[in-house]
């Protein structure tokens, strides 16, 4: 337990370090952030009373210390462009972020790691010579070229699905659960999350084999043959139990980083997540909306961390109790 | 005779070549008694008992013989009709617990899972029975809850000797079931260990390079050398009076478990020989402070006792041997390196 | 993107081959990076031969490499040159054709001379970014792993912070305020990515570490710094290497995802611009496949083949010593 929060502390002051950095790297950054509102017609009197209002009159410590305090009441400034609180803008793109980015996660986990026991199982084997490469070069092969690759032929050509957006267009709904609980929504939902799918799956599927092969190797894995087990309970229940730790650490750390690279995959497919907000946002000027965004994605990073920092030391009975004592 | 193994002959497959682990050997285990196998590693003791469970590495291959279990040649047996008696009937007690027990899993499951899986059991009776097998051993039965890292190396193998005993086999295999442990840990487990092979009638092939556990617990037994079986035969005469060159060095080379004697150690120099293209006569031979002439031609199994039997060319010159080989500076000096 | 664990790189294995990398066992007589650096160039022409992986990244990365030096004579076209028919028609959208091999895109440019050109945007970008990460990356971890105590706290934590940056966002957000210039996306890698190299290379340090001080000691007086250059870090190179020819390849996709999104920049051609230039121009919806999936393959071809080199490599270097 102490270990716990420690490490939870710890993961608070680098989300703390990290949002420290960034707000001075937009505050620093060249360019107006006012480039938004200001036109010729803008007297001078005007732009000063934007300035004052945007709090930009102050000096770069105070706007940082009101920024903190207004940050931890969930205050994360006006965007420029939406004229609406960030944090609202931020809160209604976020679940169709997670919900992708989810999706795309345990589908290619899942196959990721039964591909990866099979190789292992089937090492050496003919199977194991194309199956290697082939998932290299998944890795190898740029999320949003995946992307365009699908869209050119399954929604352009094949007319299968949608070629973009998470719901059609002209569609009213009640409220956001209702949106997301649709047909409609699913069918936009399966080309973004099987690109995803496709690109993410090569870690699992490598490390799994990776593992289980030296495991397999592991001398109780013999014992299991000796005692007459059969292949189904051995490579499943055991090797397949003790190789399932690192992936799930991998698992963790992956919701991390692809919520921050889910940008492509987004803009890709026109998808309303935050990804998608974040690089209309930077585009845009709106440095209010762009550095909230940036904040909410860094915040899950660090949890996703701090997440599969616990999972390694949690799933494994060794380090549990070595971690107790 | 419950286990009778003949001219068993296994090779590994290596990049440089074949390996002649194991190479022509031939034993005996009858019903309820302890067979000992000794030997330096990389003697093939291992890889031979492990083929008597038909487990082997990939690159390993059976290379000729028999292995004659209950009548029935195992090696003409099916992988199904093998796997059946796997456990059941034959089971092993590994070298070190630590790494032979899954370790993620709880140490009363594993029990249980081949209680389940392999003997029939219902859940229920099975964790019964996982009680009762601790109890056997000398385990707490809260222990059936822990995984295996929170075991102490007696208490694991224990547990391993429990879960080997678990669908009560005839024949149970122990490679070097004691050698990770100090030395009055390794004392007790023996005890326990030949409390219960006593009570179940098991018969028992046990593996091991340390002369002085084969004295406190084996009826017979076997020594191996660089793939070969140089001597064997009733525990009591092999000790009393080995006929081996090998024999002799060993012996020398190892304190008495259960003698008190201050006897002075004396190892045997140098390493086995490779195995890839062995040499030719007696495998012995550079290392032996006896050897002669004749040490170069193959030497041929020679019977000193009632079942005592050597594979020495000057065998019957075993007595003499013994009385020198007490002196310490018999043995320095034979390996000029 | 780049995850913090590379499913094919060294980071499962840090035990080196001694017969490969003889430092580990014996020291040398004639010390110093020169006899050092020769080692290891023995070591890099023996790989090949023995791995098929290695072979094959190496072909490839030989073939783009030759196609970016000798791009100029290559092209067709200039990449960028607006094309007009003789009827002083714009020679949009073409088919592949005897005259323009990949067909032209919407504003009349020859694909295929752009997809040549884009290999010298691609290597360049790539191999300057993977040299500033792993050199970072190799500094921090010798000086970490060698040194511990505070040092090698500090450094951990700020690897820890720079984790803790979402990557993509934050190399966007770069390139946009300060400049759609390459080498800001350089920076942005740089500044991030060397975390993951610089763990693995400190726990092979501190392993070599009490080795090298011994041997060390034994021959002469020899300084820390010494120590630390001519014994350690010779050893580390193996590493640092695999870890190059796999960020080469993470970093040519970052680039694309970068130029992609539009914050690349438009004066050079790079195979991003071109897959951006494809998608806002309805390529995808025209199916027209000659466009976009060239480009596409190529950085696939490029990347697998760092990987290949990386795993090629690994085999040989660092054997798993089982089976």
New interface residues.
């Given amino acids: 337990m102490k270990y716990v929060m420690s490490r939870l502390l710890y993961a608070i002051l680098v989300l703390w370090i990290v949002g420290t950095i960034l707000f001075f790297m937009f505050r620093l950054m060249p360019g107006s952030p006012l480039a938004a509102f200001i036109d010729q017609t803008t007297t001078l009197e005007q732009q000063q009373a934007l300035i004052a209002r945007f709090g930009l009159d102050k000096s770069l410590f105070q706007q940082y210390t009101i920024f903190l305090q207004n940050a931890l009441q969930g205050d994360l400034g006006q965007s420029f462009f939406h004229r609406r609180p960030v944090t609202e803008v931020v809160m209604e793109a976020l679940p169709n972020t997670v919900i992708l980015t989810l999706s795309g996660l345990v589908v290619a986990y899942i196959f990721g790691v039964l591909a990866g026991a099979y190789l292992a199982w089937r090492r050496g084997s003919a199977v194991e010579g194309i199956g290697i490469p082939l998932a290299l070069a998944t890795r190898a092969a740029p999320e949003f070229w995946l992307g365009m690759v699908m869209l050119a032929f399954f929604s352009f050509h094949l007319g299968w699905f949608p070629a973009g957006g998470a719901n059609s267009v002209g569609l009213e709904y009640d409220n956001e659960w209702r949106r997301i609980f649709t047909v409609d929504y699913l069918h936009h939902l399966i080309l973004p999350v099987l690109t995803l799918a496709i690109y993410l799956q090569g870690l699992p599927l490598l490390l799994m084999r990776s593992n289980m092969i030296e495991i397999l190797q592991e001398e109780f894995i013999t014992m299991s043959k000796m005692k007459g087990l059969g292949s189904r309970t051995i490579v499943l229940n055991h090797a397949a139990r003790n190789a399932m730790l690192p992936v799930a650490t991998a698992f963790a750390l992956g919701i991390g980083s692809a919520i921050g690279g889910n940008v492509v995959v987004e803009t890709i497919f026109s998808w309303p997540g935050i990804g998608r907000l974040l690089v209309n946002a930077v585009s845009a000027s709106d440095y209010p909306l762009a550095q909230g965004a940036f904040m909410i994605i860094t915040a899950v990073l660090v949890a996703m961390n701090f997440v599969a920092d616990m999972t390694y030391h949690l799933l494994d009975p060794r380090i549990r109790h070595a971690a107790s004592n | 005779m419950l286990l009778s193994v003949k001219d068993l002959k296994i090779q590994y497959k290596t990049r440089k070549g074949i390996v002649h682990a194991v190479d022509g050997i031939s034993f005996d285990v009858p019903e309820g008694k302890v067979v000992g196998i000794v030997g330096e590693s990389g003697c093939g003791k291992t890889t031979a008992v492990r083929s008597l469970l038909r487990v082997m590495p990939p690159v390993a291959s059976y290379a000729g013989g028999e292995i004659n279990f209950d009548g029935s040649d195992i090696l003409k047996l099916s992988e199904r009709e093998m796997n059946k008696l796997r456990w059941r009937d034959i089971a092993y007690i590994p070298q070190s617990a630590m790494n032979a027990l899954d370790p993620v899993w709880r140490v009363g499951d594993q029990i249980i899972e081949v209680l389940t899986k392999r003997g029939g059991f219902k859940k229920a009776k099975a964790k019964l029975r996982a009680e009762e097998l601790f109890e056997m051993v000398g385990l707490e039965q809260k222990r059936l809850r822990d995984y295996p890292h929170q075991f102490s190396g007696g208490m694991r193998q224990r547990a391993s000797i429990a879960l080997a005993l678990a669908l009560s086999p005839r024949l149970a295999i122990a490679d070097e079931p004691v050698t990770a442990l100090d030395v009055i840990i390794q004392r007790q487990v023996l005890d326990t260990f030949s409390r219960l092979q006593r009570e179940f009638g098991l018969s028992v092939v046990l593996v091991t390079h340390d002369i002085s556990v084969v004295a406190y617990v084996c009826d017979y037994v076997v020594v191996m050398y660089a793939g070969k079986i140089v001597e064997k035969g009733p525990v009591k005469d092999v000790l009393s009076s080995p006929s081996h060159a090998y024999t002799i060095g060993l012996y020398n080379a190892f304190p008495e478990l259960s003698a008190d004697e201050e006897r002075e150690l004396s190892p045997i120099e140098g390493g086995p020989p490779q195995l890839l293209n062995p040499p030719e006569g007696c495998r012995f031979r550079d290392r032996c402070p006896f050897a002669q002439e004749i040490c170069k031609q193959e030497p041929v199994e020679v019977q000193v006792g009632p079942e005592h039997f050597s594979l020495c060319h000057r065998a019957h010159e075993a007595a003499e041997m013994r009385e020198k080989a007490r002196d310490p500076a018999v043995w320095r000096g034979v390996v000029t390196a | 993107?780049?995850?913090?664990?590379e499913?094919?790189g060294p980071a499962?294995t840090g035990r080196a081959s001694a017969a490969l990398l003889p430092h580990l066992t014996t020291v040398p007589r004639r010390t110093g990076p020169l006899p050092a650096l020769a080692l290891a160039g023995k070591a890099f022409w023996r790989v090949p031969r023995e791995s098929h992986y290695a072979k094959v990244g190496l072909v490839i990365y030989l073939i783009f490499a030759l196609t970016a030096i000798f791009a100029d004579q290559l092209v067709n076209y200039e990449p960028l040159e607006i094309l007009f028919a003789d009827n002083y028609q714009l020679r949009r959208n073409l088919p592949p054709t005897a005259d323009h091999w990949l067909g032209t895109s919407y504003s009349g440019r020859d694909i295929y001379s752009q997809l040549v050109m884009g290999t010298r945007s691609a290597l360049a970008v790539g191999l300057t970014a993977a040299i500033c990460v792993v050199a970072i990356g190799t500094l921090v971890g010798l000086i970490a792993g060698y040194f511990g105590g505070w040092i090698d706290n500090l450094l951990m934590r700020l690897a820890?912070?720079a984790?803790?940056?979402?990557?993509?966002?934050f190399v966007?957000?770069l390139a946009?305020?300060?400049g759609a210039a390459q080498s800001n996306v350089v920076l942005g890698i740089a500044l991030l990515l060397w975390p993951n190299s610089a763990r693995v290379i400190r726990s092979q340090v501190m392993s070599l570490r009490e080795r090298a001080f011994i041997e060390a000691a034994r021959v002469t007086g020899a300084g820390k710094w010494r120590i630390l250059f001519v014994h350690i870090a010779p050893n580390v190179l193996a590493l640092s290497f695999l870890y190059t020819s796999v960020a080469v390849?993470w970093a040519i996709?970052t680039e694309?995802?970068v130029s992609?999104?539009?914050?690349g920049p438009s004066d050079t051609v790079s195979w991003?611009y071109m897959?951006q230039d494809?998608?806002a121009s309805q390529?995808?919806?025209r199916?027209q496949?000659n466009w976009?999936?060239p480009?596409?393959l190529c950085?696939?071809?490029?990347?697998?083949a760092g990987?290949?080199i990386s795993?090629g490599y690994e085999e040989v270097l660092f054997p798993?010593l089982?089976?």
């Avoid at chain 3, 950085?299 to 697998?304: L, T, W």
């Fill in positions: 993107m780049p995850q913090a664990i499913p094919m499962s820890d912070i984790l803790g940056i979402p990557f993509l966002p966007i957000v946009s305020f300060m390849g996709l694309a995802s992609f999104l539009g914050f991003g897959l494809a998608y390529a995808l919806g199916g496949y976009f999936i480009p596409g950085i696939v071809f490029v990347v697998m990987f290949f795993r798993k089982k089976g």
